[in-house]
């Protein structure tokens, strides 16, 4: 067996910060962040943790902490910044020293090439509900294999395309900040396809890696057992899993799918005949599965559609939603739940591994992202997060258990490599396992659960 990757991830908009340097465009976060009404917590990614200007900094403390792989995003507007599609050099540049330097320290980089972080002016024309934005995604992701094909092991066409058109068109808490259900199955439709595309031109390449989707699922679990919420289950698992993961491993859409849009009255025009034969070229090495939650459900009883996150913490309101006609969120007293009103509910990863496993033939899965978010706290320069440790700790074990009953689980990414912005949610929900202090020049400061899982890769690579 190879040796098991243990590492932690980031995304280029919510680390790098240097939004506007060395030719970087602009993207629809920098303008969401600057401009809308919907950015509440009034904060943005200009700086950030800096990670543009510190990414050695940062890499010497992940091969510090016996991390040996490290999965980050290229941030598409820094080598495409605008509509003349002109290729910026010092872009390029960038990501060449990142991977380079993650070589030299025998950390394996894991490239996402597209983690929200849409070129404005692709944005402007409605982003993935445009299929031109498709073509452009193929053009891109082909120089950054051109560029870095021959260093990078493991690539990511796409993160999660279901949660976020869940967000931007379901809850509306990223832009375009709507609810409608046409627009977001247009875009999810999109996303898939662009995503397909894009394995199929580097599938034309003589590249070294691998590539695959990163999908954030969440097995699901129902209250009851009866006929009704059987059939809850299965539109859950629909709606949230199956048309991503049915799609990129399988090649093709599950047939009740469409029906079931159908029903919802969506007009599925913008599906394609020609568009199949994409679909069962451009499937997946492998599938990256960032797991937080499971989805727990019941059967619709009635209402409007309406999906709620909560951005704000504070532990008051929950999660969830309501989808007409398909099914409803279901609320478990005994489970506990996060700040921001989400389950905190670690045996879920064991269950969504082996589910996995069962469904797609022991395809090889990376936890591409897993943590905890709190309100970490600098006390006497020292963070004591012993909530993250033990419920990551869960979370950890779950996943060896499932990988010792033969799951064919490759790696595992702890989100976050450091305190970064939390999209809607800003800065003050932390993840990382390194502390940023943002208003004492964004020092590092390496918390509890940095040492843990120093010394928890430590001990699995030993028994390897
Ligand atoms: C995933 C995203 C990440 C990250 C994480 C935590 O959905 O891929 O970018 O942000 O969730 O979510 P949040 O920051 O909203 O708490």
Redesign the pocket.
């Known amino acids: 067996m190879e040796k098991f990757l243990w590492g932690s991830a980031t995304?280029s908009y919510?680390c790098e910060g240097a939004w506007n340097e060395d030719g970087k465009g602009e993207s629809q976060w920098d303008d969401f962040s600057h401009h809308s009404p919907f950015n509440i917590n009034h904060v943005d990614g200009d700086i950030s943790c800096d990670h543009y200007h510190r990414f050695i900094e940062d890499l010497d403390l992940m091969k510090e902490s016996h991390q040996n792989t490290y999965r980050f995003s290229i941030a598409w507007t820094r080598i495409i910044p605008d509509e003349t599609g002109k290729v910026n050099q010092k872009g390029l540049d960038f990501y060449n020293q990142l991977i380079n330097a993650c070589i030299e320290r025998h950390i394996v980089p894991n490239v996402t090439l597209w983690?929200y972080d849409l070129p404005l002016h692709l944005y402007k024309i409605g982003g993935w509900e445009n299929r031109r934005t498709i073509d452009e995604f193929v053009n891109y992701a082909k120089i950054c294999f051109e560029a870095f094909g021959d260093r990078v092991p493991l690539w990511v066409t796409v993160?999660?395309p279901g949660?976020y058109t869940h967000c931007c068109y379901g809850a509306g808490n990223y832009p375009p900040n709507v609810c409608d259900f046409q627009r977001y199955a247009k875009a999810g439709y999109h996303l898939m396809l662009g995503s397909a595309r894009v394995i199929e031109e580097f599938r034309k390449g003589d590249y070294i890696g691998k590539i695959g989707l990163v999908h954030?699922s969440g097995n699901v679990e129902t209250k009851g057992t009866d006929e009704a919420n059987q059939i809850a289950a299965r539109n859950a698992d629909l709606f949230n899993n199956l048309w991503v993961t049915d799609t990129c491993i399988r090649g093709y859409f599950p047939d009740d799918l469409f029906y079931k849009l159908r029903e919802s009255q969506i007009d599925l025009s913008f599906v394609k005949e020609e568009d199949k034969i994409h679909f069962r070229n451009g499937t997946v090495d492998f599938l990256g599965i960032?797991l937080y939650c499971r989805t727990y459900v019941k059967p619709y009883s009635g209402g409007e559609t309406n999906v709620h996150l909560n951005n704000k913490g504070s532990g008051k309101i929950l999660e969830g939603e309501v989808i007409k006609g398909w099914y409803e969120t279901a609320y478990d007293p005994h489970v506990k739940v996060n700040q921001w009103g989400r389950e905190i509910y670690p045996r879920c990863m064991y269950d969504e591994l082996m589910t996995i496993k069962r469904e797609y033939d022991n395809i090889p899965v990376f936890i591409t992202?897993n943590g905890h978010?709190c309100y970490d706290e600098l006390i006497d320069g020292q963070v004591d997060d012993k909530e993250r440790i033990e419920i990551v700790g869960e979370f950890i074990k779950w996943m060896l258990k499932a990988r010792e009953e033969g799951c064919n689980v490759q790696g595992y990414y702890m989100?976050s490599t450091m305190d970064l912005y939390?999209?809607v949610?800003g800065y003050k929900?932390r993840?990382g396992l390194v502390y940023i202090d943002f208003n004492n020049g964004n020092k590092r400061i390496p918390k509890k659960s940095y040492y843990w899982y120093k010394k928890l890769i430590e001990n699995d690579l030993k028994g390897e």
């Open positions: 995304a919510q983690h993160n999660e949660f954030a960032n992202e978010g989100w939390s999209w949610n929900k993840y």
